[in-house]
C-alpha cells in the first residue's frame, strides 16, 4: 500500500463520515460514502479487535477507496468506585422498569485497545483516528512506519498541540456542538460547561498548530462546509447528518427521534455512559443526567442492559440518542445522495461568495 500523506489525496470532497461506535457506521455506509467521493469511516469502539477486523474486510470487500478506523483510547483508573455504586443504586428502578439487571461496571476500561492497535499494524489500513486522548509518540511511529495516516480528536487547542507533539499527521477539531461523545483527552467535571463552539475551535487550534484540520460538530450542510473550509478546516466530517442514512446501522427509532418534534434540544449528559455526550433530551437524560458522575466506561457497562432492553421495546426514553445540535436539519437521503447534495450546496456557497 502507497502511504497517503495529504488529507486531500484520502478522497475526492473534502466530506467524512464521522466515525460511530454504537453500530452507526458500518462498512455498508462507510462503503457508500467513499463510493460517492467522500471518506467513510468504521468505528471501533465497543467491538471486539476480531469484529473490527471482520468490517475492515467487509469493507475492503465493498470499496478499493481510502476509509479510515477510529479506536477509543484506554482509560486512566481514576473512577471512584463508591460513587459508581451510588448511581447503581439510583438506577435500580430503571433495571427493574425494564426488567433487566444493571450491568457490570468493570467489564473492562481499555476497549481491547492494544489488540486492535496490533491488528492495524499488521494488516495497515489508510487512516485511524484516536478518540478519548492522544496515543503515545511511539504507536504514532508505528502507524506512520506503516504508511497510515493518523489523527487524533481535540476539543481544545491545548490537546491540539499535545497531538503534535505526540506526531499526529492531523487533528479532527471537534466543537461542542458535536453529536455523541466529546473527544476529551480527560473527562474533568470541572470543565463541564467550558466546551467551545467549532468556528472558534478550529481558529484558536490554528493559532497553536500547523496541522491539517478535519471539523466535527453540528455540520449538516454544504454551506457549513464551506465556512469550515473557509475558517481553515481541510476537511469537514458529518455523523448526525449521515445516521440517518439508509444504510446507516443506527436502530430505526433513533433515526426517527433526530426529526421528531418531541424532542425539543440536546444536551452534554453523563447519563449513559460516565463521560460527556450529546444527544436527545429523553426521560432518562432529564431524571438522571443531574447527578450522573465522571465514571466512564463503568457507566456506560452499567446502563448497556437498560437502553438494550428500552430498545427492544421500542422506547427511545431509555435509550442513548446522541445527536448533535444540527440533528433537526437531518435528511434521509441515501448516503451517496447526501454526499451530492452536500457538494451541490457547497457549490452554490461558493458561487454566491464569489
Ligand atoms: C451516534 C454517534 C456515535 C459516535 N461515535 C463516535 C466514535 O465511536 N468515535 C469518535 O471518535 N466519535 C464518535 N462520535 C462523534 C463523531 O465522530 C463526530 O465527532 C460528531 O458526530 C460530529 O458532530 P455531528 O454529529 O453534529 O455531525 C459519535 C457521534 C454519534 C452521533
Not at 467491538?47 to 468490517?55: G, R
Request: hydrophobic share 45%; proline share 6%; charged share 15%.
Amino acid at each position: 500500500m502507497s502511504a497517503l500523506t495529504d488529507l486531500s489525496s484520502f478522497s475526492t470532497y473534502p466530506i467524512v463520515q464521522a466515525p460511530m461506535a454504537g453500530g452507526a457506521s458500518n462498512p455498508r455506509l462507510a462503503a457508500a460514502v467513499a463510493g460517492a467521493g467522500g471518506l467513510g469511516f468504521l468505528a471501533a469502539g465497543y467491538k471486539t479487535s476480531e469484529a473490527m477486523y471482520q468490517e475492515i474486510r467487509q469493507l475492503r470487500d465493498h470499496t478499493s477507496q481510502p476509509f479510515g478506523v477510529n479506536l477509543f483510547m484506554p482509560q486512566p483508573g481514576t473512577v471512584d468506585p463508591s460513587a459508581v455504586e451510588v448511581y447503581a443504586e439510583q438506577l435500580s428502578g430503571e433495571a427493574a422498569w425494564y426488567a433487566t439487571a444493571l450491568g457490570d461496571p468493570e467489564a473492562g476500561s481499555d476497549d481491547g485497545y492494544e489488540a486492535k492497535v496490533a491488528i492495524l499494524l499488521e494488516d495497515p489500513v489508510p487512516m485511524v483516528s484516536f478518540t478519548f486522548g492522544c496515543p503515545e509518540r511511539a504507536v504514532l511511529e508505528a502507524f506512520t512506519k506503516a504508511g497510515t495516516y493518523t489523527v487524533v480528536t481535540v476539543t481544545t487547542p491545548a490537546e491540539a498541540l499535545a497531538a503534535q507533539w505526540a506526531g499526529a499527521d492531523a487533528v479532527c477539531v471537534q466543537g461542542v456542538e458535536a453529536g455523541g461523545h466529546q473527544g476529551s483527552h480527560r473527562d474533568d467535571p470541572q470543565l463541564d460547561g467550558a466546551g467551545i463552539g467549532l468556528l472558534s475551535l478550529i481558529t484558536q487550534v490554528r493559532e497553536v498548530v500547523r496541522l491539517p484540520i478535519i471539523a466535527a460538530g453540528g455540520l449538516m450542510r454544504g454551506e457549513q462546509i464551506t465556512a469550515v473550509l473557509a475558517a481553515g478546516a481541510g476537511a469537514a466530517a458529518l455523523g448526525t447528518a449521515f445516521l440517518v442514512c439508509p444504510e446507516s446501522g443506527a436502530p430505526a427509532l433513533h433515526k426517527q427521534a433526530l426529526t421528531d418534534p418531541v424532542y425539543a434540544r440536546t444536551e452534554l449528559t453523563r447519563a449513559f455512559t460516565g463521560r460527556p455526550a450529546r444527544g436527545l433530551v429523553n426521560r432518562f437524560i432529564r431524571e438522571h443526567g443531574r447527578y450522573a458522575p465522571a465514571g466512564y466506561p463503568q457507566l456506560h457497562h452499567l446502563t448497556l442492559p437498560v437502553r438494550r432492553a428500552a430498545a427492544d421495546l421500542g422506547d427511545p426514553q431509555a435509550m442513548a440518542l446522541w445527536a448533535g445540535q444540527g440533528h433537526r436539519l437531518a435528511r434521509e437521503l441515501s448516503a451517496g445522495a447526501l454526499v451530492e447534495t452536500l457538494v451541490a450546496e457547497m457549490h452554490a456557497a461558493e458561487e454566491a461568495r464569489a
